[in-house]
Nanobody
Framework: QVQLVESGGGSAQAGGSLRLSCAASAGTFSRYAMGWFRQAPGKQREFVAGISWIGGSTYYANSVKGRFTISRDNAKNTVYLQMNSLKPEDTAVYYC????????????????WGQGTQVTVSS
């Protein structure tokens, strides 16, 4: 069982930056595609960004492309989401997820989920 723990959430002004981290318990972290999702109040959970388990392919939702960057450090069993030029509409609970041997795409089924971290962006 893979355990995922997000951190780095908080409050920011519009135009500011935050970096989210997701630490995984799995010793085989490098075999997992990792994704970031978010859910705003009253809305469905949506895909934000993903990174493949091999090759480092990345995928982004159109709403965050050019502002957010996903990266991973396999030596630290950690995936990051650098969020720049934040907007109030980025306010949501952000979740990381893992899929064994996945590609990191938004429509792929993910097997493991973290508890989430709140991001609040004020105008």
């Amino acid at each position: 069982q893979v355990q995922l723990v997000e951190s780095g959430g908080g409050s920011a002004q519009a135009g500011g930056s935050l970096r989210l981290s997701c630490a995984a318990s799995a010793g085989t972290f490098s075999r997992y595609a990792m994704g970031w999702f978010r859910q705003a109040p009253g809305k469905q959970r949506e895909f934000v960004a993903g990174i493949s388990w091999i090759g480092g392919s990345t995928y982004y939702a159109n709403s965050v492309k050019g502002r957010f960057t996903i990266s991973r450090d396999n030596a630290k069993n950690t995936v990051y989401l650098q969020m720049n030029s934040l907007k109030p509409e980025d306010t949501a609970v952000y979740y990381c997820a893992a899929r064994l041997h996945g590609q990191g795409r938004g429509l792929d089924p993910y097997d493991h989920w973290g508890q989430g971290t709140q991001v609040t962006v004020s105008s």
